[in-house]
Each structure stands twice: as C-alpha cells, then as structure tokens.
C-alpha cells in the first residue's frame, strides 16, 4: 500500500513538470522564455500570411525549416478560418499545426489574425464584416466611415474574445501537457491608419470624457520611468492628474494617439483575460513601427503597441505578457527602445524581404541572442523560396543551436556579447566595434568587402572567450592599458560543443589562420580569402595579460611581404 503511494506521488510530480505550461522568467538582468521548466530561447521564423492555411503545403515547409535549426515556426491563425458560422468552431488548422510541429519535435506560436490585422479588419468571420450596423466601423475626421471596426464596438471585442477563448479552450484540450504551442499573439500591427484616431460618435463621447483613473495612477506610479515620448506630453500639458483627453494630453494627434492606445489595449486586454482563464499561455502583441526613426500616427497605425505608447499599453492591457517588436528598420536602436525590466525583447517579424533585405537575418539572430540578450527572433516571410538551404540562416541558427548550453549559461550577464557591422539606414557606420569584457578588450573589425558582418563573444573562463561569427576579425587589447601593456594568444582552437555541452577540439589554430599574435580571424580563412558566407567555425581562445610595461606586444601594423 506504501509503495503505491509513493508510485502515484511520484507520477503525480512527474505529471506536474510535464504539464508546467511556458512563462517567462527572469535570468541576471534579461528574460527568457521557459518550456518544460527550462529556458528556451526561440530560433524562429514566420510564414507568410496565408502559408499557414495550407497544412498540405506546410509539411515541406516544417521539414526545410527543421533542417534549418530553427526550434519554433510562427504560423498565423484567423477569426475567419475558425468560426465558419456565427458560435460554430472549427480547429482543423490548429491541431494540423500542432501536429505538424510535433512530428518535428519543434514549437508553434500562434498569431491571432482576429477584429484587426496591419489595422484592417481583413480577417473577421462574414458574418462580422457583413454587418456594419452590430459592428460598427470607425470614422474619419472628415465623417467618412472607415472599412476599420471601432474599437467602441463591444460586439466585436466580444464576439472576437468568445472565439479567442474557444481556441485557447481547445489547445488545452489537445496541448495543455505538451506545450506544443508556446506562446499567443493577439491580433497584428493594430492602430488606426488614414488618421490619428477613430471620429465615431461614440470615440468623439469617449474623448470628450475623462482619461480613466487607471492611465492617471499608471502615470503617476511610473513617472520616473515612463517613455520620453509620453512622459514629455504629459509634462507639456502640465502633468494633469485629472481632466479629458484633450486637457491631459493636449488636443493634438499625440493625444489622439495615445487615446486610441488605450481603446485598443483595452479590447485586447479582454481577450487576453479570457484566454487566459482557459490556458495561461504568454501573450503577446506587435507593432508597425514604421521605416522612419519617428512617423506619425495615421501614417502609421496610431495607438498601436510601439515603443513611445509601451506605458499606455502596460497600463492599459496588464494580462499581455510582452510588446514585441517587428523590427524592419533601426534594428539595433528598436531592440534597445522594447527591452524594459517589465518588456522582454521579442523580435517576432524581421528582415523586409519586400524591401530587398535578403542577407541580413544571420547577423539580426546573433546580436538579438547574443548582445539584446532577447528572448527570441524570427525573419518574417521564412517560407518564401529565398531561404533556401545556402541561406546563411542556416549555419547561424545551427552555431546558435551548438552554443546554447554557453550562451544559457552566460545569459543575462556582460560575458555575452554580441556585433554586426552596421546592414541599414540609421544605424551608425563603423568600421570597428569596441567591446569590453572585464580586462579584455576586443576590437572588431568589418571585412570592407562583405555587406554581413557578425559575431558572438562569450567569456568562458577568467582568460577564455568563445567566438563565432562571420566577416570580422577581432584584435585583443587590455581594458586598462595602465595595468596591462598587452594581451597575447596563449592557444586557438577550432571545434564545437557536443552534445553533453563539452567542448571538443577539431584543430588547433595558427600562423595565417589568425591576426598574428594578438588577433582571430572570423572565420579563420587564409589571407582573408574564403569569407564565404557560410563558413561559420567556432573558436575557442585562451589569452594572457602582459604585465604593465614589461613586454613589447607586437605592433598591428601590416608587415610588407
Ligand atoms: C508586417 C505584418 O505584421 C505581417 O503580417 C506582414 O504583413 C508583413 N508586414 C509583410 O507585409
């Protein structure tokens, strides 16, 4: 009798960690996603639109991305694919997906394409977007109604929510011990397009009446912390705990902004709730932010989650776990505006296929992993030909895939770092990237020749650093030159981690296959030739320190051959 109890107790603990559903959590400074009660970290990518509704054609498509590396496929979902019928579900696409993902052994994140997709409502079931009159849409300012449905309209968010909760219900049913599905994204790239806020009779009543107690007290709790943008609109107008929209935030498009910031958190925020209730999975949403540093609101969708309205968003939708970030121009400058000690970095959408960025995921993988330290990345439009198996996605997920149990290990502290030479418009020109780490001192520098430049440092040991990358070549130099006259290579190694996570060495080496004494080729190709894009070798590198003054470091000067 004894012993079957500690039989069954000892199932029941195994059942519990089996079943303990995806979350995020907090590692050193950063976060990450956990499945299974372990970090996760989501080398992704997202089908185009409509792939996802052919699961007959998405079965090639799970094999390519598999052989890829890749550990999760983002695959959108639609309001319209699942209720036929006004209260008739239908989940053959969810569990088809969920299907597909398991034979491959690899996770599925689910967009909800619901009342709103890139602002439009393209995506809702024909018996919404028929009726105009129980779903009401937006106006402009100029009374034109808009194709958009209201934020006001409670119809919608309910019907909307009802479906979302249906789906959330089902993947507990089919998923809840597996976490095949690990994270929710609700609706796409809302806000309001053509004009900085809806003009409805309700929205003109809403805005005429007082900014809810909830923003006010956010604000006011979070005013040494909020963004610039907000925090500067709130100041202008005299940081007013109380008064209409127009009278806190001015009556401008900012205040027309964050307004409709808030009504569609708000909408969101409900359904979030409710699918929550059925399986309290992370939820997330993402932003259009637009190829400027700063466009408007209108020209792009106004009140949507980007970075300068995350305060309103917090505040207005407290059961989304995450505001992500698709990310197609500034990349660097946009991981650091949606990386917050209460914002994990999630890049769900990167690398404009449509605006010729073709090359550029490799090195966009490496710094988010690495130097943003997010908790995932995924190039949009994964599935189109052009990522075909020479893609340089390829070796990089897999060196990231070979590196995880180091870049686990060293996760959320600075003996993780990141570099890519500079890939678009607004992002500084270097020639070299100076990145410290305790006493040493790495220079990198970009191969002139190559347009993809990148690479990944971790720190190993107190004079040991692992790199990988492709299109650079690292100099060493002590951090303090005062207490340091140099820094020289003790041993270079090529290899990689098996797979308990040891290191193995393939080769050693030297002469021409590094910089000298006190440098590493990435890759490590004779005389500069052979950076083929694909020729990923990670390399393990011991260093020494000379003592102040004592010994001469060789110079870095080119000698003449
Ligand atoms: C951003 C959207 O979020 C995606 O769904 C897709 O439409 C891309 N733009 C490409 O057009």
């Given at each position: 009798m004894k012993k079957i109890t500690f039989g069954l107790m000892?199932?029941?603990?195994?059942?519990s960690a089996l079943a303990e559903l995806p979350s995020l959590k907090r590692v050193g400074d950063k976060w990450l996603l956990h499945v299974d009660?372990?970090?996760?970290?989501?080398?992704?990518g997202h089908v185009m639109n409509s792939s996802s509704f052919d699961l007959e054609a998405m079965e090639s498509v799970w094999d390519r991305m598999k052989a890829f590396g890749l550990n999760t496929l983002i695959c959108p979902v639609s309001w319209q694919a699942i209720e036929p019928a006004e209260g008739q579900y239908d989940f053959t696409l969810v569990d088809g997906l969920i299907?597909?993902?398991?034979?491959?052994?690899?996770?599925?994140?689910?967009?909800?394409?619901g009342t709103w997709k890139n602002a439009r409502s393209f995506y809702v079931p024909e018996y919404v977007i028929s009726d105009m009159e129980r779903f009401p849409r937006m106006q402009r300012k100029d009374g034109q109604k808009m194709e958009y449905i209201s934020t006001f309209s409670t119809e919608a968010r309910d019907a909307d929510t009802r479906?979302?909760?249906?789906?959330?219900?089902?993947i507990k049913e089919v998923d809840g011990d597996e976490n095949t599905v690990i994270m929710v994204q609700i609706q796409n790239e809302v806000g309001v397009l053509g004009d900085s806020r809806d003009h409805s009779p309700m929205a003109e009543a809403a805005f005429a009446g007082p900014v809810p107690q909830e923003l006010i007290d956010y604000m006011v709790s979070n005013r040494d912390h909020l963004k610039e943008h907000l925090k500067t609109i709130w100041a202008v107008n005299g940081y007013k705990t109380a008064g209409t929209w127009g009278e806190v935030f001015g009556n401008d498009l900012h205040a027309d902004e964050i307004f409709m910031a808030w009504q569609y958190s708000n909408h969101i925020d409900r359904m979030a709730a409710a699918g929550k209730a059925e399986l309290?999975?992370?939820?997330?949403?993402?932003?259009?932010?637009?190829?400027?540093?700063?466009?408007?609101?209108?020209?792009?969708?106004?009140?949507?989650?980007v970075a300068r309205m995350m305060d309103v968003?917090?505040?207005?939708?407290p059961h989304i776990d995450l505001n992500a970030a698709d990310i197609y121009a500034y990349y660097k400058l946009r991981c650091e505006n949606f990386t917050r000690d209460d914002n994990p970095l999630f890049v769900p959408e990167a690398c404009a296929l449509w605006l010729g960025d073709r090359y550029s995921g490799p090195a966009k993988a490496f710094y988010t992993i690495a130097e943003a330290q997010g908790i995932g990345f995924a190039p949009f439009g994964i599935d189109h030909a052009h990522y075909d198996v020479d893609h340089p996605l390829g070796v990089a997920y897999h060196t990231l895939n070979n590196l995880m149990p180091l870049i686990l290990e060293h996760f959320g502290t600075e003996n993780l770092r990141g570099f890519y030479k500079a890939i678009e418009e607004g992002e500084p020109e270097e020639t070299e990237t100076s990145i410290e780490i305790g006493p040493y001192k790495f220079n990198v520098s970009y191969v002139p020749t190559l347009e993809q430049c990148y690479g990944l440092i971790i720190r190993t040991g107190e004079n040991e650093f692992i790199f990988a990358g492709n299109g650079a070549n690292i100099r060493f130099k002590p951090t303090n030159p005062d207490e340091h006259a140099g820094v020289s290579i003790r041993l270079v190694e090529e290899g990689s981690l098996d797979k308990d996570g040891n290191w193995v060495r393939k080769r050693l080496l030297g002469g021409d296959e590094t910089v000298a004494t006190y440098g590493i080729k990435l890759p490590p190709a004779t005389f500069g030739i052979g950076h083929d894009k694909n020729n990923m070798i990670i390399q393990r590198v011991r260093l020494y320190l000379h003592p102040p003054a004592e010994t001469v470091q060789e110079t870095d000067t080119t000698p003449e051959f």
């Open positions: 000892a199932l029941m603990i195994s059942m009660g372990k970090p996760f970290p989501m080398l992704s299907r597909q993902a398991r034979e491959r052994d690899m996770k599925l994140i689910l967009p909800w394409f479906a979302f909760a249906a789906m959330m219900r089902h309290n999975l992370p939820m997330f949403v993402n932003g259009w932010l637009g190829q400027k540093e700063y466009s408007k609101p209108g020209r792009i969708p106004s009140g949507g989650p968003w917090k505040a207005g939708a």
